[in-house]
């Protein structure tokens, strides 16, 4: 099945800085590594010159080490795969922050319309996009029907008290979708904890922001244009204290009949994603909600997107292709909220 940590969609890119690291008082601390079948990256100024760089390593290592614990489905120990391991009817007691991932992923399914749906992952796989798949025909009716059978989070999954009851015995939930942004999250709390105020913390290109770059700006991060061999900028944002996502169908598709199918699977028809939007960028106040949401509203696409956008007060980037204009350039529309904090 897919991993829901596995898959990276980095579809940003964090703008040149001067990195006057030698100004007198504070040093720069930076740090990269793997992490969930991607890789993550971390800058932070140390303005008090007193954090040594190996045990912020290590604290890292270990904030990632506990995520994975807790929602890799390559671990078969983790609380999630022994979740997916349930028989119908059967629940299990959770760890405070799978708990949360979960009610944060109930709250975006119902409140997309079904568009965010954790447990998705055999569809992602009958259609050939889960880890180290690939296919170049069609799946029939009867095996979209059946993975679909599967899935379908409000029938899957109920929240209880400290835990989690299955309801559909073949269901099974990956947190691609939102559990890179809640790494994101984790490791931006261990930044605060040593006391550090500027930092970018950014896993598989989902990222987050607090305080101000090394120039003393807010951090200038690149929207990538949505294009598959291209990397362009189409606008960049200046973040500070804030989570930022972006999801796109540009870089895992396949073609048949000259017909694109992208990895953008729609759980309430089981299959790809039809509409002329390339690519969602989500701004909101943690990376967790940024990388639901981004997924969500590539799924529904720019029009009923919209709509949920400035009704829930959603800062959303819409890029569209400009089919109906019969070229290959982009279109962008953005919601009230992302124009707003953009201006």
Known sequence: MSNPLLLSRRSFMVMPLALMACKKGWSLLELSGLTMGTSYSIVAIDHSKSVEKAELQAAVDKALAQVNVQMSNWDAASEVSQFNALAAGESLSVSGELHHVMQAAQDVHFASDGAFDVTVGGLIDLWGFGA??????????????????????????????????????????????????????????????????DYM???????????????????????????????????????????????????????????????????????????????????????????????????????????????????????????????????SVASNRFEALTA
Request: aromatic share 6%; proline share 3%.
């Open 201 to 331: 913390v950014e896993i598989g290109g989902d990222l987050y922001t607090a305080g101000r770059n090394p120039d003393g700006q807010p951090w200038q991060i690149g929207i990538e244009t949505p294009e598959a061999f291209d990397r362009g900028v189409t606008q960049v944002v200046g973040l500070s204290d804030m989570g930022m996502a972006t999801s796109g169908d540009y870089r895992n598709f396949f073609d048949v009949d000259g017909k694109r199918y992208s990895h953008i699977i729609d759980a309430t028809t089981g299959r790809p994603v039809e509409h002329d939007t390339a690519s969602v960028t989500v701004l909101t106040d943690n990376a967790m909600l940024a990388d639901a949401w981004a997924t969500a509203m590539l799924v529904l696409g720019r029009e009923r997107g919209l709509e949920i956008a400035n009704q829930r007060d959603l800062a959303v980037l819409f890029l569209d292709r400009a089919v109906a204009n019969g070229d290959n350039g982009f279109t």
């Open 132 to 197: 180290g798949q690939t296919r170049s025909d069609l799946p029939s009716e009867a095996e979209i029907a059946a993975a679909m059978g599967c899935c379908g989070q409000a029938q899957s999954v109920e929240l209880e008290a400290g835990g989690l009851k299955k309801l559909n015995a073949g269901a099974e939930v990956y947190l691609s979708s939102i559990g890179k942004g809640f790494g994101v999250d984790q490791l931006a709390r261990v930044l605060k904890g040593y006391g550090i105020t």
